[in-house]
């Protein structure tokens, strides 16, 4: 990823505000919507089976988040994903603790074969996903970053789509492509929702990076780079995760494309 | 609105506590009950069918926020709804996207006939829910609020109710009456919730304001004057939205009536 | 209580870090969440009637909190409650407004029989329970803690469990044991799921202190102390409910156990 491409990515979300149609876990339904604001994008959750297909239809990009879903909401996931396939919507899928409990892991097995423009999960569920692993307790990762390079790679080339590992470290693998991420701070898991509004706001990223015609690849670590700068920021400044919170929000807004650049450090995978 | 009818209203609220019941969409449920215990009322989410129905009969005012229900929560919106109106219960309806999106649009358009003490929109729901506009993406106001100025005064006349229009400025319409507040700040629109909790806001003034003989028009009015003087003040405060949060709920919670009456502007409409 | 539980007690969540699966209200989910990871727990807010009887046999303890679910989280809650029974996990049960309403009244008088390892509320919802009392208006504590010791000691005894009541000062009761704890500060009451969360945390001490070779009686005090003590400290440095929810969190995770015992004050009741 270019300096450029990067910079690039965060302005385009910025100037064009794209629509985010969530389809999330209720915990952090309000998390999520808020750092979507911060980032520059508009939230909308709307997830009933009887709006969330129309809904996807116009959205800039759509989120499913597997966590913890009614019933009601599965048959809303199942909806939207249809929308958006149908109106060429991308759609980020995050495969919450898939392979450790049954009924999300039967949903996230069929989801990804229905065409997301990107997954996101930490090592664990990567794995799982891909058939190489039995999964976490809940969303704790229990592997490391790096031990879920080459399931990412499979999901990657098999559903021609970015797969970010999150962690630590984070990798952002496609294709032909795989770039490590440093950023954040160690407050940022003690902080619930900072995973899932991560995967809200590749979301964003991908939505505008659709018009501004930024690579896939280079959104989606475009996106973990604005996330983790302004982690890194907001744990400068704040004495518990309490007071994170606030000042995570507002790094989110603050930072400029240029001071998101300088606060984190790529390096492309040799191949 | 005189001096007097706005601070008598916030210290209703003060002395009272009313007790507000709110059927809400999960996003913003937390913060609804966080600024309801900072005006100084009392919050209870209940929305089941089985509890709603019984449940607004002894509140003192029920918020109806279409954002996203489940079916049950629909079910519990009707129950809550024709609990209220047996029991004189006042109740607020907040229209959150009606126009947009079809199975919302056709719960409001039946809801409002049902008799509300006040409706609290953006520009855009207000129009469509009188029929006059076909609603904006979400809820992202995209009319400017005086185009909504007729279509408030027609379902004040034709539902005898106030009808509240959120924006840069906010304008308080009943039948015989409009008055134009200038509040708040620009990180308000950047917390997802500040407009759904003060659909709850108004429900609380109205639920004091029966008791103290004060006028629904100006309970409507001191409501958003109370949530827009904390928003200036907060903004002042603040750094961006996420501190923005903390500083506004420390406002509505510090602000004394005469501070709020002075924060403010307020500008009747010539008939 | 002797200094050495409460320390010990406060050390042994933080070395082992239990998986708390809640299965409550949707309002304070997110603060839940973050109260947990704060005092060093893991959350899952696994309640779907499919996966929640499989987690409750993985988790460390599991919370069953009956403020306004839906008729799926009922269903839930019966399955996490066999889950937790056949595996031996502790559960706590939050019987949120018993008494007042009729379809939770009935789940939790039926849910009391089932073998909770505590129970919290406050004095309204204990005395309704036991048969004592019709309840409070909501979760507001209408009645005064020490009138709800006898309702109390009754529910320890049939039960076998520990019974904790909150209020001004909190009482812990087991069949043989009644312990005053005084802590906390007025904005509590102003943050919506301090008392929820109180639930859930209980719910991680008792998880750990199984392993441990703590008793449950100590597990619950340690729990209130650990809120209480943390409370006191946001409440010295906040200017209202909005600044306090940070600093709660933020001392919530800071606080060190000599640190909290030092903050509390504790007093055995005279059998």
């Known amino acids: 990823m270019t300096t450029h491409a990067l910079q690039d990515a965060v302005k385009a979300v910025r100037e064009s505000t794209p629509l985010v149609q969530?389809?999330?876990?209720?915990?952090?339904?309000?998390?999520?919507?808020?750092?979507l604001l911060a980032v520059g994008a508009s939230p909308?959750?709307?997830?009933?089976?009887?709006?969330?297909?129309?809904?996807?239809?116009?959205?800039?990009?759509?989120?499913?988040?597997?966590?913890?879903?009614?019933?009601?909401?599965?048959?809303?996931?199942?909806?939207?994903?249809a929308g958006a396939t149908g109106a060429g919507t991308p759609w980020v899928l995050d495969?919450?603790?898939?392979?450790?409990?049954?009924?999300?892991?039967?949903?996230c097995l069929d989801a990804v074969?229905?065409?997301?423009?990107?997954?996101?999960?930490?090592?664990?569920?990567?794995?799982?996903l891909a058939g190489a692993g039995s999964g976490g307790r809940g969303v704790d990762a229990t592997t490391d970053v790096a031990s879920a390079l080459d399931a990412a790679r499979q999901l990657a080339r098999e559903h021609?789509?970015?797969?970010a590992i999150s962690g630590e470290r984070d990798l952002i693998v496609s294709a032909e492509r795989a770039t490590w991420l440093r950023s954040g701070h160690?407050?940022?898991?003690?902080?619930?929702?900072?995973?899932?509004?991560?995967?809200?706001?590749c979301t964003a990223y991908l939505g505008a990076a659709k018009e501004a015609g930024i690579s896939a690849h280079d959104a989606v670590l475009a996106a973990h780079a604005?996330?983790?700068a302004a982690g890194g920021v907001a744990g400068s400044l704040s004495a518990g995760p309490g007071s994170f919170h606030s000042a995570w929000i507002d790094?989110?807004?603050?930072?400029?494309?240029?001071?998101?650049?300088?606060?984190?450090?790529?390096e492309e995978v040799e191949a």
């Open 22 to 35: 969530c389809l999330t876990n209720t915990v952090v339904a309000e998390i999520t919507a808020n750092v």
């Open 44 to 81: 909308a959750m709307c997830d009933t089976p009887e709006e969330a297909g129309d809904f996807a239809a116009i959205a800039s990009g759509v989120l499913i988040n597997a966590g913890t879903p009614s019933s009601e909401q599965y048959d809303g996931m199942r909806a939207a994903i």
């Open 95 to 107: 495969p919450v603790a898939v392979g450790a409990l049954r009924q999300r892991t039967a949903f």
């Open 113 to 128: 074969t229905r065409g997301p423009a990107a997954i996101r999960g930490n090592a664990s569920e990567i794995r799982a």
């Open 160 to 163: 021609d789509c970015v797969v």
């Open 186 to 201: 160690r407050f940022m898991p003690l902080l619930i929702g900072t995973g899932c509004s991560l995967g809200a706001v």
């Open 226 to 228: 604005h996330m983790g």
């Open 251 to 266: 790094a989110l807004y603050a930072l400029s494309a240029e001071d998101i650049e300088r606060l984190v450090s790529c």
